[in-house]
C-alpha cells in the first residue's frame, strides 16, 4: 500500500521486486540494534529514527521507511523518573504497558544473552484506566550498557537507542487505509460523473430550438393564412393548419380565433360544411 513518507527507502535503494523486510529476533539486534549503538553502517538503512513516544501507534506508520503491516523504528528511551531506571512509557493520547515475560535474545549458536525482547501493549486515555487497543510493540533493548545510555548526572535519558517493531494485530490500520483509499476514489468518482452531468444538461433557454417551436405572433399568421386560403378555395381549415406548424392539437385550435372573425362564412370541417354564423353553431354537430 502506498503511504505518504518523508523518506522511501524502497525507492531510495532500488529494492528488487517483492522484497520483505522480516527478521528474526537474533538478526534484529546483532545486525541492527548493535550497529546502531556502535555507530557502525546498517546492512542496509531501512529502519528509520523516531521518537515514537511523541506519537499515537496509528501516526507511526507514515513515518516508517517502509513496512506495510508491521514497522520497524529507532528510538530513544527516557526516564520516568530522574534517579530512577524505569522507562517513561507515557505516548501520545495514551501510554504503553508491558505484557508477559522478558525473552532474552542470543546470538545463534550462543547462550549469552546480548539483548531483552519486550512487548507491550498501547492503552489509550490516562494511566490507570486507559482503553486498551489492538496496537502491538516488540520492544528490542541491549544489556551491560551497550545501548549508548546517557549516564550523565540528572538527565532523562535512559538509552539513546532501542529497536522497536510496530503492528495492529487485528490489521486494523491497513482497512482504514484501503477504506480512506476507497473513499477517495468513490469522491473523485462521484465528482467526475458530477462534471459530466453538469456538461451534458442544458438550460431551459438552451433546450427551446429556435426552429421546434413558433412564437406567438408566427402562430397567429401561420392561422390567419390558413383560414385565408380556406375561405378562398375551400379547403378544410384545420387539416391546413395541421400541415403547416404541427403544433397545436385539434381541439386546441378554437381557442386562438376569435368568433367575429368566423361570421358569414362557411367552411369545410372534418368533410362537413358548417356555417359559423349560425348562432346555434354546435362542434356536436360534427
Not at 526516564?79 to 504497558?97: C, F, I, L
Not at 489509550?124 to 549516564?151: Q, V
Not at 453538469?198 to 429556435?210: A, G, H, L, V
Request: proline share 6%.
Amino acid at each position: 500500500m502506498a503511504m505518504l513518507r518523508k523518506r522511501d527507502a524502497e525507492a531510495e535503494l532500488n529494492l528488487p521486486p517483492g522484497f520483505r523486510f522480516h527478521p528474526t529476533d537474533e538478526e534484529l539486534v546483532m545486525h541492527y540494534l548493535c550497529r546502531k549503538a556502535s555507530g557502525s553502517p546498517l546492512p542496509v538503512p531501512i529502519i528509520a529514527e523516531v521518537d515514537l513516544y511523541k506519537f499515537d501507534p496509528w501516526e507511526l506508520p507514515e513515518k516508517a521507511l517502509f513496512g506495510h503491516r508491521e514497522w520497524y523504528f529507532f528510538t530513544p528511551r527516557d526516564r520516568k523518573y530522574p534517579n530512577g531506571s524505569r522507562p517513561n512509557r507515557a505516548a501520545g493520547r495514551g501510554y504503553w504497558k508491558a505484557t508477559g515475560a522478558d525473552k532474552p535474545v542470543s546470538p545463534k549458536g550462543s547462550n549469552r544473552t546480548v539483548g531483552i525482547k519486550k512487548a507491550l501493549v498501547f492503552y489509550s486515555g490516562k494511566a490507570p484506566k486507559g482503553m486498551k487497543t489492538d496496537w502491538i510493540m516488540h520492544e528490542y533493548r541491549l544489556i551491560d550498557g551497550k545501548s549508548g545510555n546517557s549516564n550523565k548526572k540528572g538527565s532523562l535519558r535512559l538509552d539513546d537507542w532501542v529497536l522497536c517493531r510496530l503492528y495492529n494485530k487485528k490489521n486494523i490500520w491497513e482497512k482504514m487505509q484501503q477504506k480512506k483509499e476507497e473513499a477517495v476514489h468513490a469522491e473523485t468518482d462521484h465528482f467526475l460523473w458530477e462534471e459530466i452531468g453538469s456538461n451534458n444538461q442544458r438550460t431551459p433557454e438552451s433546450e427551446i430550438d429556435n426552429g421546434s417551436f413558433a412564437d406567438c405572433d408566427e402562430t397567429e399568421r401561420i392561422v390567419e393564412y390558413a383560414w385565408q386560403q380556406a375561405e378562398g378555395r375551400g379547403v378544410n381549415a384545420f387539416q391546413k393548419v395541421d400541415r403547416v406548424t404541427n403544433i397545436k392539437e385539434d381541439n386546441e385550435w378554437f381557442m386562438d380565433l376569435k368568433f367575429d372573425d368566423l361570421q358569414g362564412s362557411n367552411y369545410s370541417v372534418f368533410g362537413s360544411t358548417v356555417n359559423v354564423s349560425n348562432p346555434d353553431f354546435l362542434f356536436s354537430d360534427f
